[in-house]
Every structure is written in structure tokens, then in C-alpha cells.
């Protein structure tokens, strides 16, 4: 049975998220990261990770099924895989550069980046399965801002295959 179409978001989940949880999700990720371009000092920037990530994390972990996910599902859900990775090593070498005083932060935030890029793009490459889940997401991204030819095209070459190598229905997750 096809899956493609019946459920939320790029990799077609049956529960829906509520979109102002997603969005809360994105400005605290967002109000962490600058805090650490700003130089904020470690033990503030603790406390306010404890309570605005914390305590959403938790929430998440123990209520996702009513529509309020772990941010690593969000992540997982609508960033592609080489982008997140890039992001999130990215920040995390600013995070040690600014609070190790290193000189040139900048330069260890874009290198430890790359090796989030290289991780990804590794991954990836040997994991069919993350090949197909990223698929799913540049071929819903293409439908939403209007381009379902390219979607067509997105889904046709990354039609997931499963280990006996029959071809799955377009959309559906490999098994």
C-alpha cells in the first residue's frame, strides 16, 4: 500500500505537529545560536538552554504523538540532512571557540562545519535509506514553492528500493 500523500509533512507522518510548536522550536534554536555569536557567557547561556530547551525537549520526548515533537524529529523532519549537520557542528565549534577564547572562532566554527557537511554527505552516501528520506524532503519543498515537475522528477530517481530489490510505491518508507 502507497503511502505518498496521506500523511504530514515531507516523510508523510501520521500525526499531525502543531505548527506553532515548530515555530517555537525554530526562534529558541535561533535566540541560543545568536546568543553565542554575542558572546553571551557560559553559565547564562546554560541557564537559558536548561530552560527554554529543556524544558521543551522534555515536552517533546514525552508528548509527541499529541502534536508537540523533540526538536531532533523536527530536525529530522524538514531540514535537509548536510544542512543540519553543517549547522549544528557549525555552532557547536562557535560555542567552544567564544567560550574557550579562541582567536579566531569564526575560522574553527566554519571548519568544524565542514566535518558536519563531510558527515552528512559520508552518511548518506552509504545509507540508502537516508538517500530516500532525503529525497522525500527536496521533492515536498519543490511541491510547496511550486514545482511539482521537479518533485515528479525528485521522487522518480530516488524511488526507494527494498533489500530484495523491488521497487517500493513512490513515498513510501523503505522496510
Same mark, same amino acid.
Given at each position: 500500500? /502507497?503511502?505518498?500523500?496521506?500523511?504530514?509533512?515531507?516523510?508523510?507522518?501520521?500525526?499531525?505537529?502543531?505548527?506553532?510548536?515548530?515555530?517555537?522550536?525554530?526562534?529558541?534554536?535561533?535566540?541560543?545560536?545568536? /546568543?553565542?555569536?554575542?558572546?553571551?557567557?557560559?553559565?547564562?547561556? /546554560?541557564?537559558? %538552554?536548561?530552560?527554554?530547551?529543556?524544558?521543551?525537549?522534555?515536552?517533546?520526548? %514525552?508528548?509527541? *504523538?499529541?502534536?508537540? +515533537?523533540?526538536?531532533?524529529?523536527?530536525?529530522?523532519?524538514?531540514? +535537509?540532512?548536510?544542512?543540519?549537520? *553543517?549547522?549544528?557542528?557549525?555552532?557547536?565549534?562557535? #560555542?567552544? #571557540? %567564544?567560550?574557550?577564547?579562541?582567536?579566531?572562532?569564526?575560522?574553527?566554527?566554519?571548519?568544524?562545519?565542514?566535518?558536519?557537511?563531510?558527515?552528512?554527505?559520508?552518511? *548518506?552516501?552509504?545509507?540508502?535509506?537516508?538517500? !530516500?528520506?532525503? *529525497? !522525500?524532503?527536496?521533492?515536498?519543498?519543490?511541491?510547496?514553492?511550486?514545482?511539482?515537475? !521537479?518533485?515528479?522528477?525528485?521522487? !522518480?530517481?530516488?524511488?526507494?528500493?527494498?533489500?530484495?530489490? /523491488?521497487?517500493?510505491? #513512490?513515498?513510501? +518508507?523503505?522496510?
Amino acid at each position: 500500500m /502507497s503511502t505518498a500523500g496521506v500523511g504530514y509533512g515531507p516523510q508523510n507522518r501520521v500525526e499531525p505537529w502543531k505548527t506553532w510548536w515548530i515555530w517555537l522550536w525554530g526562534l529558541v534554536s535561533v535566540v541560543l545560536i545568536v /546568543s553565542v555569536w554575542f558572546r553571551t557567557p557560559w553559565m547564562i547561556w /546554560s541557564v537559558m %538552554t536548561v530552560f527554554a530547551f529543556g524544558i521543551m525537549e522534555g515536552i517533546g520526548l %514525552t508528548h509527541a *504523538s499529541v502534536g508537540y +515533537p523533540p526538536l531532533t524529529q523536527v530536525i529530522r523532519e524538514y531540514i +535537509p540532512r548536510w544542512l543540519a549537520f *553543517s549547522l549544528i557542528y557549525g555552532c557547536t565549534g562557535l #560555542a567552544g #571557540a %567564544t567560550w574557550f577564547h579562541v582567536p579566531d572562532r569564526f575560522g574553527l566554527a566554519v571548519l568544524i562545519g565542514l566535518l558536519g557537511w563531510f558527515t552528512a554527505h559520508f552518511d *548518506s552516501a552509504f545509507d540508502h535509506a537516508a538517500v !530516500a528520506q532525503e *529525497s !522525500a524532503k527536496y521533492a515536498w519543498f519543490a511541491e510547496r514553492v511550486g514545482f511539482p515537475t !521537479a518533485a515528479a522528477r525528485i521522487r !522518480a530517481r530516488h524511488t526507494p528500493v527494498t533489500p530484495d530489490a /523491488s521497487v517500493l510505491p #513512490a513515498g513510501a +518508507p523503505p522496510q
